[in-house]
């Protein structure tokens, strides 16, 4: 049983097809990463099963309990604190008090998020403390499934590494599934069990990889030699670094 | 404890800010005394006699009821156009199609003059409190309406999104995020917009004949008592002051600490 299933998933912006015949499953506790060229519609896919666009054709099927998303901005409310923001979510769910504070106050400990920090509003925060918050805020609900859009594409390669790895140690902990939406096959080779390609022009998955290993148990060589065997050989991913300003969001 | 500890130095600080207001109305204060002293008691009082004048005024009771009317009509009107020129504007802001058929009429009405709107109130509404308020209204509101269409209109749609990620439906997303993002706009508006309150409120009163610090005025100029004329002024001028910097500037700054926290250094608004 999946925990979540995309079936025949079709999209269009103003008429103008971007995604047709999707078909995908994540299992329960599995990390999916989703590649493709820039502009092939994978943002727009994790967009449709999160529900925040309504597909045009096809089914999302959901069976995991709740969900949460971390997106390619921080996407904080400008007016709260560091707090607030990772309780955010607790209140639109109407949790209340003490309890919305110490269940916010846990997540920002597992995102590594400092303490003292949590009275800061987000203007005072750096880039990778912002990004920290939206992990916190997505960890707060207790997800047991997470949707990722390219969320440390604006960070630097050191703080990339240390977010994924706390990506990775957070889905181990609590068991999430997660669909990690990236276009860095480094960073999907590290942080995934399973690698979907998805095709060029949107027009289906082009096809996918198993990941040998487990997420976080993984050599750097190893991952390394992955990608490296998956772009030298592979004719899965000889279109993963075209680019096509398509914007499509 | 924190907290109150940060509570109490934002207060101190708005507090201390006040002496640079005061700066500003003594820079003004000179340059009365000096178009005093240049063209003599008559024309220009000078502001000492003018205060002094305020001040017998103001120890008589029956002033203060005048002075109190004045601000009753100005607040009263003030909030009928905060409360019709915000619903109005939320709903303009969210449905584009509303905007497009409001915005000519915004025009139409921010080009008729408030004198005009006086008369007119005064055909249909007689020498009443009526006139007055409905002349804040037409005047007022339409700033209000824009202000706050303007605010939903620029919201962050990114917040929507990661809203709804979440599981927020359209309520629970007006209510937190909506609504929030909108004061940002609403507060300066909403100044202006109280500032047109008295002014109007004045002006309507004068012509109308309805007593409150416009039929003071009347009166000083029927009898060509410019400090008295002047002192009534002042009392306005004041009044809008307590009623600004009382009510609307902390409640504003109450909602905009982010702002203030992105500058920790500096001088401050």
């Keep these: 049983m999946s925990a979540l299933a995309l079936s025949r998933i079709g999209h269009a912006y103003f008429g103008r097809t971007v995604l047709d015949r999707i078909d995908l499953a994540v299992a329960p506790g599995e990390v999916v990463a989703l590649v493709g060229p820039s502009g092939c519609g994978k943002s727009t896919l994790v967009h449709i099963a999160a529900g925040i666009v309504e597909p045009l054709r096809g089914t999302v099927a959901a069976r995991y309990h709740r969900h949460a998303m971390v997106f390619q901005e921080p996407r904080l409310l400008p007016w709260a604190t560091a707090l607030d923001n990772i309780a955010y979510p607790l209140r639109l769910s109407g949790m209340r008090g003490r309890a919305r504070r110490a269940r916010a106050e846990a997540a920002a400990a597992r995102a590594a998020f400092d303490t003292i920090d949590l009275d800061k509003y987000p203007v005072e925060l750096s880039g990778g403390m912002r990004q920290r918050v939206a992990i916190a805020r997505a960890l707060a609900v207790e997800p047991d499934f997470v949707f990722f859009d390219e969320p440390f594409t604006a960070l630097d390669a050191a703080l990339k590494r240390r977010m994924q790895d706390l990506v990775i140690e957070a889905a181990r902990g609590a068991q999430f599934a997660a669909l990690f939406v990236t276009h860095d096959l480094m960073e999907a080779a590290r942080i995934a069990h399973r690698i979907v390609v998805l095709d060029h022009a949107g027009n289906g998955v082009a096809g996918e990889r198993p990941l040998p290993g487990k997420p976080g148990e993984r050599e750097d060589a190893a991952v390394f030699a992955t990608v490296q065997s998956f772009l030298g050989t592979d004719p899965l991913f000889r279109h993963i670094h075209d680019v096509d300003e398509r914007k499509v969001a | ?269």
């Design chain 2, 1 to 269: 404890m924190g907290a109150a500890l940060s509570r109490l130095g934002r207060t101190g600080s708005f507090l201390w800010s006040a002496w640079s207001g005061l700066a500003a109305l003594a820079l003004l204060a000179a340059a009365w005394q000096a178009g005093h002293e240049a063209y003599g008691e008559f024309i220009l009082p000078a502001p000492l006699d003018t205060l002094a004048a305020g001040f017998a005024i103001l120890s008589d009771p029956k002033a203060w009821n005048v002075a109190l009317l004045t601000g009753k009509r100005a607040v009263e009107g003030f909030a009928v156009s905060a409360l019709a020129g915000a619903a109005l504007g939320l709903a303009a802001g969210y449905s584009p199609a509303t905007l497009r058929l409001a915005r000519p009429l915004v025009t139409v009405l921010l080009g008729v003059p408030p004198i005009a709107w006086i008369v007119l109130a005064m055909i249909w509404f007689g020498s009443t409190d009526g006139t007055v308020i409905l002349t804040i209204l037409v005047s007022a509101g339409p700033l209000v309406f824009v202000g706050v269409a303007e605010g939903v209109m620029t919201r962050d749609r990114g917040l929507d999104d990661m809203a709804r990620a979440f599981g927020a439906g359209p309520v629970r997303r007006l209510t937190t995020l909506g609504l929030r993002h909108v004061a940002a706009h609403l507060f300066p508006a909403l100044v202006v917009a109280l500032g047109m309150g008295f002014k109007v409120a004045v002006m309507a009163e004068l012509l109308a004949n309805v007593g409150g610090i416009g039929g003071e005025l009347a009166r000083s100029r029927a009898n060509l008592d410019v400090a008295g004329a002047l002192a009534w002024v002042t009392i306005a001028v004041a009044a809008l002051i307590v009623v600004e910097y009382g009510i609307v500037h902390p409640v504003r700054s109450e909602f905009e600490r982010w702002r203030a926290a992105a500058r920790p250094w500096g001088v401050k608004r």
